[in-house]
Structure formats: structure tokens, C-alpha cells
Nanobody
Framework: QVQLVESGGGLAQPGGSLRLSCAAS????????MAWFRQAPGKEREFVCD????????HYLDAVEDRFTVSRDKAENTMSLQMNSLRTEDTGVYYC????????????WGRGTQVTVSS
């Protein structure tokens, strides 16, 4: 089991920035990939970005690629998401997720942190 706790959400103005963090505990040696997903009100959850735990290789949703940066700290078992140039459409609950293998899907999820972008 891997436990995940997100932090850092809040309110930002359009064009502003927020930084999210996800702390992993438990069987962290099994982590293959960590990811951020988000769910806006009335919409389905969508993939935002991921990072391979060992290589650090990243992958982004097109809509955020030039504005968001995902990183991880293997020593601290944390993943961060730096979000710049925020837009109102970035509003939603952001979830951290972990996959233990390349084809296992995301097996572990955090409870989410709210991000609201509004003037």
C-alpha cells in the first residue's frame, strides 16, 4: 500500500501561481509513476501530468504543458506541481496518484486538494 497526501491548493487569480505537493508513504519502493489528475465541477476527472519515478521523464496534458512543471524528490518521497499562468479552467480538485508498474494503471490515490482560479 502507498498512502498519498496532497497539499498546497487554494485560491489564485488568473495569471497567478500555485504549487501543489504530494507526500507518499508506505511501500514507496514500489512506485513506478506518479501523476496529477484533476476534476472540475460537473466534469470527468482528467490526466494533467505524470513523472517516472526513477528516470524523471515527464508527460503533460497539452493544455498545461507550457505552464505547469512536475518534479519529484526521491529522497523525500514527494512530488510537486508548479502551476503558473493559471486560468479559470484550471479550477478543480487535484489528485495525486501512483502506479506501481508500466501497465498496472493508477492504483493509489490521494484525497485531493482544491484549486480555485478566480478574480
Amino acid at each position: 500500500q502507498v498512502q498519498l497526501v496532497e497539499s498546497g491548493g487554494g485560491l489564485a487569480q488568473p495569471g497567478g501561481s500555485l504549487r501543489l505537493s504530494c507526500a507518499a508513504s508506505g511501500r514507496t519502493l514500489t512506485i513506478n509513476t506518479m501523476a496529477w489528475f484533476r476534476q472540475a465541477p460537473g466534469k470527468e476527472r482528467e490526466f494533467v501530468c505524470d513523472i517516472k519515478w526513477n528516470s524523471g521523464r515527464t508527460h503533460y496534458l497539452d493544455a498545461v504543458e507550457d505552464r505547469f512543471t512536475v518534479s519529484r524528490d526521491k529522497a523525500e518521497n514527494t512530488m510537486s506541481l508548479q502551476m503558473n499562468s493559471l486560468r479559470t479552467e484550471d479550477t478543480g480538485v487535484y489528485y495525486c496518484a501512483v502506479a506501481s508498474g508500466p501497465r498496472t494503471g493508477y492504483e493509489y490515490w490521494g484525497r485531493g486538494t482544491q484549486v480555485t482560479v478566480s478574480s
